[in-house]
């Protein structure tokens, strides 16, 4: 569902997400309208298209029907525990599925480094820090993952805890040092006007 409403700098109306988007595809049979126009899948859609930057792209689809433009984002903090950790026993982290090698790694400034080079032209996850969090963020609405090890050793010492930027919890939960955290959508009007919404499945969270 859609909860806050705005008018942007250039006096465009926009509406975010209640939160981020849940795990189901979204097609014609939710019900999700947007100015009048039945929201579809894209015909190269498949049940493994959950994530927000695969419903932006169903939703742009009909830009030129609804003067609606979806997009996405996300980002997390995570709590690194870089004393408490054995680096030696994170050689395989994965971010986004891409594994990194932080074995060496002995600040949160080698960890950002470690990152932004390994998914590089792999993912559109971008490190960075700030007050002492390791941030991971996309502009497209991307599900972001975590794991701290492949193996069990050392698993969980690394990677402490993991929110939302407003502390909010990630849609999977911190286990092991493993976890996910879905996107959020934003749609923007072509103009001031209001942007009319009808959801069918009320439990839907695009």
Partial sequence: ???????????????KGAGPVDATLLQASDGLKING????????HTTSNVHASDKVAAINQFTAETGVVATGSNAVKIRVDLVGATMAEHDDVQIDGITIDMSGDVSLDNVVDAINAGVAGKSNTVASSKDGYLILSNNTGSTITIDDTQGSTGAGELF???TYLDGSAVTTTLSSGAASARGFITLTSNSSQPIKIEED?????L
């Avoid at 499945?201 to 969270?205: A, E, G, H, I, Q």
């Fill in 1 to 15: 569902g859609f909860n806050e409403s705005r008018t942007n700098a250039s006096g465009q109306y926009e509406v």
């Fill in 37 to 44: 126009v039945l929201i579809d899948k894209l015909d190269t």
């Fill in 160 to 162: 402490a805890s993991i």
């Fill in 201 to 205: 499945r009320k439990s839907t969270r």
